[in-house]
């Protein structure tokens, strides 16, 4: 019954911005899951972008997006975000978040993606 639901995505020139918003219902125990982003560019594996522990602590950047990307959650809405700065034709992929209950590093529940295209 866990539903995450992506929002915010689009066309953006190279070096704009947007925000990734990622909705999550039917889950009880969103506070104490890590969350995460991932995407997927065509012709390319998924790859992990960002995590997040329950309370925002010690947040993981994958190297290409470090000092651009900022993930954060607000815990009463229930609501993860990726916002998203100087960004580059390669940032271009579906973005996807996704739930590990557990903090496990196993993530059980995803979104059905958004799409970020970025152009030069």
């Known amino acids: 019954q866990v539903q995450l639901v992506e929002s915010g995505g689009g066309s953006v020139q190279a070096g704009g911005s947007l925000k990734l918003s990622c909705a999550a219902s039917?889950?009880?125990?969103?506070?104490?899951?890590?969350m995460g982003w991932f995407r997927q560019a065509p012709g390319k594996e998924r790859e992990g972008v960002a995590r997040?522990?329950?309370?925002?602590?010690?947040?993981y950047y994958a190297d290409s997006v470090k000092g651009r990307f900022t993930i954060s959650r607000n815990n009463y809405e229930n609501t993860l975000y990726l916002q998203m700065n100087s960004l580059q034709p390669e940032d271009t992929a579906i973005y996807y978040c996704?739930?590990?209950?557990?903090?496990?590093?196993?993530?059980?529940?995803w979104g059905q993606g958004t799409q970020v295209t970025v152009s030069s």
């Open positions: 997040i522990y329950p309370h925002g602590g010690d947040p």
């Open positions: 039917g889950y009880y125990y969103f506070s104490t899951s890590c």
């Open positions: 996704a739930s590990d209950q557990d903090c496990s590093n196993n993530f059980a529940y």
